[in-house]
């Protein structure tokens, strides 16, 4: 099982799969060569290895081909669903055989990331294709109060749809092939640099650490920026607002004039060399 599974998820990207394949390859050693690989938008991936037609991914994929659980394995799936963990159903030869069972390990800088968030002002949402009692476990161990689970990759957009069409500003950060139309469609993308390569071409920023600190950050250069721009332009027109009277009426002598406008000059660049203080 382990080296039919694991030969299969080696070639999908995505981090659940590269972990099976990791687990596997450990275990077995080399996996065996595939064919006909093929990924199943949101349930899973499915090909031929070693002459049998693996399918490995959600048991709905599973099910697709009239290969349901057993009731033993059925059991196994909804205790590790209830433990907090991601259960991976495989079946091949059409039988449903096995349940692999995987566990997300939170980064200890996540949690201190959300509260980073929040001090923004913003309102950090869970947006998953994972099982709910796995999502609100991991939700619970950040520090994040809404979540929401079990989405496929178009419904994530759909997410993203109302948020906007409610009037809020979205940016959704994300690293995999199915956050990538999600990306896309929101105000502000923001792709993980140890992401897939769609994650970051539909993205609008690539975070180049995979510590999502940095995404708080981004946020806070940003407003930092553009503060900085709109003090610039409010003191270049103030200047120019007040000194265009006194010059129409001649009351202000040229050499003057050319002083004020390059203190203006050298203001706006003082004001704005400010930002490499930023930490």
């Known amino acids: ?8 998820e ?6 659940i799969a590269q972990a099976i394949a990791r687990g596997a390859a450990a275990r077995v050693g080399d996996l065996p ?3 006909d690989f093929a990924n199943v ?6 090909g031929i290895v070693d ?3 693996v ?4 048991p709905r994929l599973l099910e697709e081909w009239s290969q349901h659980l057993p009731a033993d394995l059925e059991r196994d799936l909804h205790e590790a669903q209830a433990a907090g963990r991601t259960a991976v159903a495989v079946g091949w030869d059409s039988k449903a055989r096995a349940v692999l069972v995987v566990a997300d390990v939170v980064k200890p800088t996540s949690r201190e990331a959300i509260t980073q968030l929040k001090a923004l002002g913003l309102t950090p949402v869970l947006l998953t294709g994972d099982n709910e009692a796995v999502a609100r476990t991991v939700a619970q161990e950040v520090g994040i109060d809404e979540v929401i689970a079990e989405v496929l990759p178009a419904d994530k957009v759909d997410v993203v749809k109302k948020l906007q069409a409610d009037g809020k500003t979205v940016a959704m950060v ?3 092939v199915n956050d990538a139309a999600a990306l896309a469609q929101a105000d502000l993308g923001l792709a993980m640099g140890t992401g897939t390569d769609a994650a970051i071409e539909a993205s609008d920023l690539t975070l180049v650490r995979g510590d999502l600190r940095v995404a708080a950050d981004a946020i806070r250069l940003s407003r930092r920026t553009l503060s900085t721009i709109k003090g610039n332009l409010f003191w270049a027109f103030a ?4 000194a265009l009277p006194l010059a129409a009426l001649g009351l202000l002598n040229p050499m003057i004039a050319g002083a004020a406008m390059a203190f203006s000059s050298v203001f706006v660049v003082t004001n704005s060399l400010r930002l490499r203080r930023f930490k």
Do not use: I, K, T
């Open 239 to 242: 200047y120019n607002v007040a």
């Open 41 to 46: 938008e949101g349930l899973g991936v499915q």
């Open 33 to 35: 060569a595939l064919e």
């Open 174 to 176: 994300g690293d995999g």
């Open 51 to 53: 002459g049998h037609a």
């Open 55 to 58: 399918l490995v991914g959600r």
């Open 1 to 8: 099982m382990l080296r039919l599974a694991g030969a299969l």
């Open 10 to 15: 080696h070639a999908s990207e995505h981090p």
